[in-house]
């Protein structure tokens, strides 16, 4: 049996993920996610066990901030190099939602938790590629398309702990631990 592997992300309420569903279509070899595996993560925190899984959901717990709105504002793609990797619904950057980021990340390493340093992008992943993906002219297309999309606002009220473990039909995301926001 495989650990899984632990994130903390904002979820998606579902009249924005029947929103993003719309999208969902046009781009060959993608793999769409379907809308019970939209959030916008905040941290990945990878395999945590034990002493350190325990510190973690209880430091998460003492996060208090306030409810904040969060607005979906257009797609792009997520490459490595000239491969495309994951296609994305771009969430607004905003000085709350930057300080919850901070806040989860910052609690991971106090908890001893190795976070990536990559710069913070927040984002719902509408589909992923595997390597050797065929997207030709259709992601250039889709991107154009969609580059005026919004949907929400809507009120981020609370976080959660998510386990990640893989499944036959990709990832299967199970909600943990919620934090409320509550001032």
């Given amino acids: 049996m495989t650990m899984p ?10 009249e924005i993920a029947d929103a993003l569903t719309t999208l969902q279509s046009g781009v060959p070899d993608a793999r769409w996610h379907t809308a019970d595996k939209f959030h916008v993560t905040l ?21 208090a901030g306030p409810q904040f709105p969060l607005t979906i504002a257009g797609v792009e793609q997520f490459s490595s190099g000239k491969q495309p990797k994951a296609l994305v619904a771009v969430v607004e950057r905003s000085d709350r939602l930057d300080w919850l980021h901070r806040k989860v ?3 991971a390493r106090n ?16 589909a992923y590629f595997a390597s050797g993906a065929e997207t030709g002219h259709h992601l250039a297309q889709f991107i154009a398309s969609f580059s005026t999309f919004r949907a929400g606002p809507w009120m981020a009220d609370h976080f959660a702990l998510y386990s990640s473990r893989s499944g036959r039909n990709g990832s299967i995301y ?3 631990a919620a934090y409320d926001l509550t001032f």
């Fill in 5 to 14: 592997r632990l994130f903390v992300a904002l979820p998606v309420p579902e």
């Fill in 43 to 63: 941290c990945f925190a990878g395999e945590v066990q034990g002493a350190a899984l325990r510190d973690f959901e209880e430091e998460l717990s003492d996060i």
């Fill in 105 to 107: 990340t910052t609690v």
């Fill in 111 to 126: 908890c001893g938790i190795g976070i990536d340093r990559r710069k913070f992008r927040p984002h719902v992943t509408l």
């Fill in 174 to 176: 199970t909600e943990e």
